[in-house]
T-cell receptor
């Protein structure tokens, strides 16, 4: 499978717990994105990496959220002290064209987080 | 404020029928507009991308149109199939914007019934 993969696909946790999600992009892609999507809404941008550098962070990415891409390949998104409002689908996407204005982002299947 | 509005919110059609989904945007300056298809529980998949100078682009049974003057786009689906049941999301990028400046619509949920 040469697409974007995410793990786990589903996560149920209790409020206050920490969770970590993993994203493996398409191998030749140097850009990686994290989005959050709630029911009936379009994806909302969280953060973006070019190689290992985190170049942008949305104001949606509170202090409880942290993302890393240590070797410029896979990425992790950690949420500390989860709240019920964190319940959502977390989508990862990757892209690789030089022209960042038109490159196509390929999305993974998402990780659905439920905070009880 | 940059916004992308889609209509209708949801749509039910019979298999074999055609349908048209609408997208109005206020994003300026405009760079490009994309339509994505998102199956339930899956990530979005790009269908078409259109830049300022393009009026029509087709991808199989999907045809997207763009009127940059009125800031409107449509996605026309011909001879619908059951597998077309999904959410269709319109995404607009502003010119020179950051990676975070992709403006996503809320999507139109299409249900194709036999």
């Amino acid at each position: 499978d040469t697409g974007v993969s995410q793990d786990p696909r589903h996560k149920i946790t209790k409020r206050g717990q920490n969770v970590t999600f993993r994203c493996d992009p398409i191998s030749e892609h140097n850009r990686l994105y994290w989005y959050r999507q709630t029911l009936g809404q379009g994806p909302e941008f969280l953060t973006y990496f070019q190689n290992e550098a985190q170049l942008e962070k949305s104001r949606l990415l509170s202090d409880r959220f942290s993302a890393e891409r240590p070797k410029g390949s896979f990425s992790t998104l950690e949420i500390q002290r989860t709240e019920q409002g964190d319940s959502a689908m977390y989508l990862c996407a990757s892209s690789g064209m030089w022209d960042t204005s038109t490159d196509t982002q390929y999305f993974g299947p998402g990780t659905r987080l439920t905070v009880l | 404020k940059n916004q992308v509005e889609q209509s209708p919110q949801s749509l039910i059609i019979l298999e074999g029928k055609n349908c048209t989904l609408q997208c109005n945007y206020t994003v300026s300056p405009f760079s490009n507009l994309r339509w994505y298809k998102q199956d339930t529980g899956r990530g979005p998949v790009s269908l078409t991308i259109m830049t300022f100078s393009e009026n029509t682009k087709s991808n199989g049974r999907y045809t997207a149109t763009l009127d940059a003057d009125t800031k409107q786009s449509s996605l026309h689906i011909t001879a619908s199939q059951l597998s077309d049941s999904a959410s269709y999301i319109c995404v607009v990028r502003d010119y020179g914007g950051s990676q975070g400046n992709l403006i996503f619509g809320k999507g139109t949920k299409l249900s194709v019934k036999p």
